[in-house]
């Protein structure tokens, strides 16, 4: 079965950086379009960044652009998100998403597979 495991999540001052990784399993990973969304308690899923099956497309949410970077290893089977100069109100618990697309699925219910989530929080 399709299984997504996010890492990397932690407690970081702000201003500071954390690298997340999504490992992926069961599935074709290079036919699958990926993406990282984040849940804050008592908010909604949001959309963070997205990467299409090669690596070559990207979106990402107007809050993270210029601070964080979506990429993706085919070889491994593992996408990431490098997150710089963060702020408190980049907590949150991290998901990883994954749909069988050649198109870049930027909204939660566009999604297939998620992973069970990584927190991140950081401190003022």
């Known amino acids: 079965q399709v299984q997504l495991v996010e890492s990397g999540g932690g407690l970081v001052q702000a201003g500071g950086s954390l690298r997340l990784s999504c490992a992926a399993s069961?599935?074709?990973?290079?036919?699958?379009?990926m993406g990282w969304f984040r849940q804050a308690p008592e908010k909604e899923r949001e959309f963070v960044a997205a990467?299409?099956?090669?690596?070559?497309?990207?979106y990402y949410h107007d809050s993270v652009k210029g601070r964080f970077t979506i990429s993706r290893d085919n070889a491994k089977n593992t996408i990431y998100l490098q997150m710089s100069s963060l702020k408190p109100d980049d907590t949150a618990v991290y998901y990883c998403?994954?749909?069988?697309?050649?198109?870049?699925?930027?909204?939660?219910?566009?999604?297939?597979?998620w992973g069970q989530g990584t927190q991140v929080t950081v401190s003022s």
């Open positions: 069961g599935l074709t990973f290079s036919h699958y379009a």
């Open positions: 990467v299409n099956q090669s690596g070559g497309d990207i």
């Open positions: 998403a994954a749909r069988d697309s050649v198109w870049v699925p930027v909204l939660v219910k566009q999604y297939d597979y």
